[in-house]
């Protein structure tokens, strides 16, 4: 058995006497110093030693292991606090920190103090170990668990947005062709000759199909079609045919239809002075249509155009103030190359206007070009209450009722190159 006094530091063991005979007086004092120096040793606290990589060395009451611990219950420190995102207050008032150290715990004889993330402490007191009598029997060194080492953050899940289909474009009006063939401007623009579904050499056939259209891209070709004809689809088209309608109107766009065209077509409205249009209202296109017979020959409220077509021999009488082209939408409407006129001096007097926008929905039109068109008829030929209007190389005759354009006050406007047809001179414009 090792000496009672191996167990202490060599700094306070008593100093041995190498006498090979001791009195008994001695003996008694050096047990007595023995005691004492056992009883004030034992008293003596031990001064711990940080050892946080090496291995255990042993059982000892002096030891302290610091290391990565298990987070306290509710401690998350992988995870950033929900309102840390871009260091706002805290829920309770206070700021929170964006730092995500682990916690760590530090043992000692004393007690065990966890530190968590946010640099509070939980500190759990453990009753001092007593001191041993005698040195604990020798054990087996331990291996040491790995610390455990702090979890990445967990980054926050990517969200891949579904592809969202592109909404569908607005077809706008097609852009105006160019002007009209030496041919046809030599005759004094569109007439029977190049306009309509004659001129073509087609031979129509009955049309059976539906009069409400509803089938995207749905094409016409060479028919003979009695009554009004509904467009309720996008990017229809009607071509070398003829329409003939005592109803309201021979082809009605409507709403939310778009990319309607109407080409080499002849639309007879059968001089019903009840009747309204040859074509209504907005998202169209027409080029080389010969019209005829109705009230007013179209409603173009926006997104129109018109070009190379003819129009003659409205539907007067029954009060009716008939216009050749009425723009009462937003705009964005181009006439161009077209060919408006009256049987005679008194229905042209009797009209209202070729070309006449208003503002009868509570919209003023914005965009409209009338240009290179041959117009004889109306009390104004060209009526504008509109912003950037354009009036630019028109060809005017002699049959108007109170003159050649007149303007609204609010309009804005410009124009150039008007002639008179039948001398070439500038016309005189407010």
């Known amino acids: 058995m090792s000496s009672p006094l191996a167990r ?3 700094a306070v063991r008593p100093r041995r006497r190498h006498h090979r005979v001791l009195v008994p007086g001695a003996l008694a004092l050096a047990s007595l110093f023995a005691s004492c120096s056992t009883g004030l040793v034992s008293l003596r606290p031990q001064r711990p030693t940080q050892h946080p990589a090496q291995p255990d060395r042993g059982t000892s009451a002096a030891r302290v292991r610091v290391g990565p611990a298990t987070p306290r219950s509710g401690w998350n420190t992988d995870a950033a606090h929900p309102d840390s995102t871009d260091r706002g207050a ?5 700021k929170h920190r964006q730092t995500h150290a682990p916690a760590t715990t530090v043992h000692n004889e004393r007690a065990t103090v966890t530190r968590a993330p946010n640099g509070h402490a939980a500190i759990k007191t453990a009753p001092a170990a007593p001191a041993a009598p005698a040195a604990p029997a020798a054990t087996p060194p331990r291996t040491p668990a790995p610390a455990a080492s702090p979890s990445a953050p967990t980054p926050p899940p990517t969200t891949t947005a579904a592809p969202v289909a592109p909404a569908a474009p607005v077809a706008p009006a097609a852009p105006p062709k160019a002007p009209m063939s030496p041919a046809a401007i030599a005759q004094g623009g569109p007439d029977a000759s ?14 059976d199909g539906p009069m409400t259209i509803t089938t995207p891209g749905t094409v016409i070709d060479g028919k003979d079609i009695r009554g009004q004809l509904t467009i309720d689809a996008a990017d229809v088209t009607i071509r070398r045919s003829r329409i003939s309608s005592g109803d309201s109107y021979g082809v009605l766009v409507a709403n939310g239809a778009r990319g309607a065209t109407i080409v080499d077509t002849e639309l007879d409205g059968q001089g019903n002075p009840g009747n309204d249009s040859a074509v209504s209202s907005h998202d169209f296109t027409v080029v080389r249509c010969d019209v005829h017979g109705w009230v007013d020959g179209f409603k173009a409220d926006q997104n129109v155009t018109i070009q190379d077509s003819w129009l003659h021999d409205f539907a007067t009488g029954n009060g009716n103030h ?10 964005n409407v181009m006439i161009v190359g077209n060919r408006i006129v009256a049987r ?25 070009v009338v240009r290179g068109n041959w117009i004889d008829a109306g009390g104004y030929f060209v009526r504008i209450d509109a912003t950037d209007f354009v009036l630019a190389d028109n060809r005017f005759g002699r049959w108007y009722g109170w003159g ?24 005189p414009l407010p």
């Open 90 to 94: 805290h829920p309770h008032g206070r």
């Open 344 to 368: 005679s001096a008194g229905e042209s007097a009797g009209m209202n206007a070729a070309v006449y926008t208003n503002t009868d929905y509570g919209i003023r039109p914005d965009h409209v």
């Open 194 to 207: 190049n306009t309509g579904w004659q001129h073509t050499g087609v031979t129509l056939a009955p049309y």
């Open 8 to 10: 202490f530091p060599a």
């Open 404 to 427: 050649v354009v007149h303007v609204t006050p609010a309009s804005t406007w410009t124009s150039s190159g008007n002639v008179w047809d039948d001398t070439g001179e500038a016309v």
């Open 322 to 331: 008939n216009d050749g082209i009425q723009i009462s939408g937003s705009g």
